[in-house]
């Protein structure tokens, strides 16, 4: 996966959360969770999802990793690299 | 090898609401409920033919589905269910009535309860606001140690009869100790009842279990019914599977327990801790004929009285306490009125009950049943000085005890609000045993669900 697959990923992801999640002005280095209005319940959604979808586990300690979409892609992308 | 990866004991709201979670991403998870139906405390049964619902007055916490963050919708949306699936029609408004004296009237808009205090109370008013300003520094969801709800209000608020009027609704509607609650509980409670509201899901408790179930069922899980657990098989603080009563043995990797605290360490073996008393309550569901309906009130969903001075909420030393209560009328809700459903009036009493006097009453059978028919009658009578002359042919009338409760759910003593202690971590010292549900201290039909899906998303799915 590319860069900007991983980061479709999770918009997908999180618009399957939030089927009203407004994406316009997304700043892919700013926290998604206050930019989206997550919590943390929607955010360990986020985690469930890339494990059912891609059979990926993420240890509790590595959550702060996924915090904004360019820490997504610098924590998945050699995770995902061979996808 | 384990039969299942997640056992849940008990289908009722909490159960199904943490097996929903849990199977959206793992289906391998099985509900063991012990009666022929889900549902817990909100179930339903028929009789004559006809639909009856136990438990429900009102669903709390009523949100618009544009409040994203209210408890109800990120609830749904931790379920995976769209909100336009579970029509909701708000109350019209309810009343606390104290004395024939004070009454003040609250609907889902908070302004109308201000304005009755305003009018009721206008010395205590100030108090009131000040109350109402401090209440968002109380965060329910730190752990602490008990705080009183009554006091609180009290260092606020300096008449005592608005203090009751305000605890009232909230300890009929969920506190299982004696005149007071934590406070911690009674912030989350508040905003239940008085900010966000009350509100019912259209049709009967049954759609919305079965729209629950249905949706689990898809998503892959398993419910067992008359699945009664005799025992949890552990050791070295690790369950490893259950045995019931049927004699069959369920091995598995982890357990949600929803049945109670003192109900799972007995599940354990466990020694007992003393019982603390334990509040319950009787309840009489009157239905009368269609024609009936111009006999009742239309704008009216909710009455809660109180008589006594100063207000008791306890384990009566009578059978039942008829000095105060609540008066329902599940058909006056907006939206699912009366000529919609084609049903006639209904009118359901509650009262505060000593499970100790009907349980020893339940010994004989006939004594009990005129026990029952002798209080539901003067129940009736208590609705009267309250509405006026009511007509004296309902079509049907039943009455639970608190002997009822505890035979078909797993409450012990028939406490819908279990235990006066609560485990709100629901960690009770097992690798992968924990409590939800009741016991957890999250009450209400939106409560305990959300009690399931936060024990689910705490200990089970980030561990897997």
């Given at each position: 996966?590319?860069?900007?697959?991983i980061?479709?990923?999770?918009?997908?992801?999180?618009a399957d959360?939030d089927d009203?999640?407004?994406?316009?002005?997304?700043?892919a280095s700013?926290?998604?969770?206050d930019?989206?209005?997550?919590?943390?319940?929607d955010?360990?959604?986020i985690v469930?999802?890339l494990?059912?979808?891609?059979?990926?586990q993420?240890?509790e300690?590595d959550y702060?990793?996924?915090?904004?979409?360019?820490?997504?892609v610098?924590?998945?992308?050699?995770?995902?690299?061979?996808? | 090898?384990?039969?299942?990866r997640l056992?849940?004991?008990?289908?009722?709201?909490?159960?199904?609401a943490?097996?929903?979670?849990?199977?959206r991403?793992?289906?391998?998870?099985?509900?063991?409920?012990?009666?022929?139906?889900?549902?817990?405390?909100n179930?339903?049964?028929y009789?004559?033919?006809r639909?009856?619902?136990?438990g429900l007055?009102?669903?709390?916490?009523?949100?618009?589905?544009?409040?994203?963050?209210?408890?109800?919708?990120?609830?749904?949306?931790?379920?995976?269910?769209?909100?336009?699936?579970l029509?909701l029609?708000?109350?019209?408004?309810?009343?606390i009535?104290?004395?024939?004296r004070?009454?003040?009237?609250f609907s889902?808009d908070?302004?109308?309860l201000?304005?009755?205090?305003?009018?009721e109370?206008?010395?205590?008013l100030?108090?009131?606001?000040?109350?109402?300003?401090?209440?968002?520094e109380?965060?329910?969801?730190?752990?602490?140690?008990?705080?009183?709800?009554?006091?609180?209000?009290?260092?606020?608020?300096?008449?005592?009869?608005?203090v009751?009027?305000?605890?009232?609704?909230?300890?009929?509607y969920?506190s299982?100790?004696e005149?007071?609650?934590d406070?911690?509980?009674?912030?989350?409670?508040?905003?239940?009842?008085?900010?966000?509201?009350?509100?019912?899901?259209?049709?009967?408790?049954?759609?919305?279990?079965d729209?629950?179930l249905?949706h689990?069922?898809?998503?892959?899980?398993?419910?067992?019914?008359q699945?009664?657990?005799?025992?949890?098989?552990?050791?070295n603080?690790?369950?490893?599977?259950?045995?019931?009563?049927n004699g069959?043995t369920?091995?598995?990797d982890?357990i949600i327990?929803t049945v109670?605290?003192?109900?799972?360490?007995?599940?354990?073996?466990?020694?007992?801790?003393?019982?603390?008393?334990?509040i319950?309550?009787?309840?009489?569901i009157?239905?009368?004929?269609?024609?009936?309906a111009?006999d009742?009130?239309h704008d009216?969903?909710?009455?809660?009285y109180?008589n006594?001075s100063p207000?008791?909420y306890?384990?009566?030393?009578?059978?039942?306490?008829?000095?105060s209560?609540?008066?329902?009328?599940?058909?006056?809700f907006?939206?699912n009125?009366?000529?919609?459903?084609?049903n006639?009036?209904?009118?359901?009493?509650?009262?505060?009950?000593?499970?100790?006097?009907?349980?020893?009453m339940?010994?004989?059978?006939?004594?009990?049943?005129r026990e029952?028919?002798?209080?539901s009658?003067?129940?009736?009578i208590e609705a009267?000085?309250?509405?006026?002359?009511?007509?004296?042919?309902?079509?049907?009338?039943?009455?639970?005890?608190?002997?009822?409760?505890?035979?078909?759910?797993?409450?012990?003593?028939?406490?819908v609000?279990?235990?006066?202690?609560?485990?709100k971590?629901g960690?009770?010292?097992?690798?992968?045993?924990?409590?939800?549900?009741?016991?957890?201290g999250?009450?209400?039909?939106?409560?305990?669900?959300?009690?399931?899906?936060s024990?689910?998303?705490r200990?089970?799915?980030?561990?897997?």
């Amino acid at each position: 996966m590319t860069a900007s697959d991983i980061k479709q990923v999770i918009l997908d992801i999180i618009a399957d959360i939030d089927d009203e999640a407004d994406f316009s002005g997304l700043d892919a280095s700013k926290p998604l969770r206050d930019q989206l209005d997550l919590d943390s319940m929607d955010f360990l959604d986020i985690v469930m999802e890339l494990r059912k979808r891609y059979k990926l586990q993420i240890p509790e300690a590595d959550y702060p990793q996924l915090a904004t979409l360019n820490s997504c892609v610098t924590y998945l992308g050699p995770k995902l690299a061979a996808i | 090898m384990a039969d299942y990866r997640l056992v849940i004991i008990g289908g009722g709201l909490s159960g199904l609401a943490a097996a929903i979670r849990y199977a959206r991403y793992f289906p391998d998870v099985l509900v063991l409920e012990q009666h022929i139906r889900a549902g817990g405390l909100n179930s339903y049964y028929y009789r004559q033919g006809r639909l009856f619902e136990t438990g429900l007055h009102a669903i709390t916490n009523f949100a618009p589905p544009e409040d994203k963050n209210a408890p109800l919708n990120r609830l749904l949306r931790q379920l995976k269910i769209k909100r336009e699936q579970l029509a909701l029609h708000p109350q019209i408004r309810s009343e606390i009535r104290f004395f024939d004296r004070y009454t003040l009237s609250f609907s889902n808009d908070f302004a109308e309860l201000t304005e009755c205090i305003r009018k009721e109370f206008p010395q205590a008013l100030p108090g009131f606001l000040r109350f109402y300003q401090n209440l968002p520094e109380i965060d329910p969801f730190t752990p602490s140690p008990f705080r009183s709800a009554r006091q609180f209000l009290q260092s606020h608020i300096d008449d005592p009869v608005l203090v009751d009027m305000l605890l009232c609704p909230l300890l009929f509607y969920g506190s299982s100790m004696e005149n007071d609650m934590d406070l911690s509980q009674f912030a989350i409670m508040f905003r239940a009842i008085f900010l966000e509201g009350l509100c019912r899901p259209m049709g009967t408790i049954k759609d919305l279990l079965d729209m629950l179930l249905a949706h689990y069922l898809s998503l892959g899980g398993a419910i067992r019914y008359q699945a009664k657990v005799a025992k949890i098989i552990h050791g070295n603080q690790q369950a490893n599977g259950l045995l019931l009563e049927n004699g069959e043995t369920i091995n598995c990797d982890a357990i949600i327990s929803t049945v109670g605290y003192r109900e799972t360490l007995s599940l354990l073996g466990h020694q007992l801790p003393e019982d603390e008393k334990r509040i319950g309550f009787v309840e009489t569901i009157f239905q009368f004929p269609v024609e009936n309906a111009v006999d009742f009130p239309h704008d009216i969903t909710n009455i809660f009285y109180n008589n006594s001075s100063p207000f008791k909420y306890a384990a009566p030393k009578n059978i039942v306490d008829m000095n105060s209560g609540v008066l329902c009328f599940p058909m006056n809700f907006a939206g699912n009125r009366l000529a919609e459903t084609g049903n006639g009036p209904q009118l359901r009493i509650t009262h505060l009950a000593n499970y100790q006097l009907w349980a020893d009453m339940a010994k004989d059978q006939e004594a009990y049943q005129r026990e029952k028919f002798r209080i539901s009658h003067q129940s009736f009578i208590e609705a009267e000085k309250i509405l006026g002359q009511l007509p004296k042919n309902p079509a049907y009338e039943d009455m639970f005890t608190p002997v009822t409760i505890a035979r078909f759910t797993s409450k012990h003593a028939g406490a819908v609000y279990g235990s006066a202690k609560k485990i709100k971590d629901g960690n009770i010292g097992f690798k992968n045993l924990y409590l939800a549900g009741t016991d957890q201290g999250l009450l209400g039909i939106v409560g305990s669900m959300i009690s399931g899906v936060s024990i689910i998303n705490r200990y089970i799915l980030p561990k897997l």
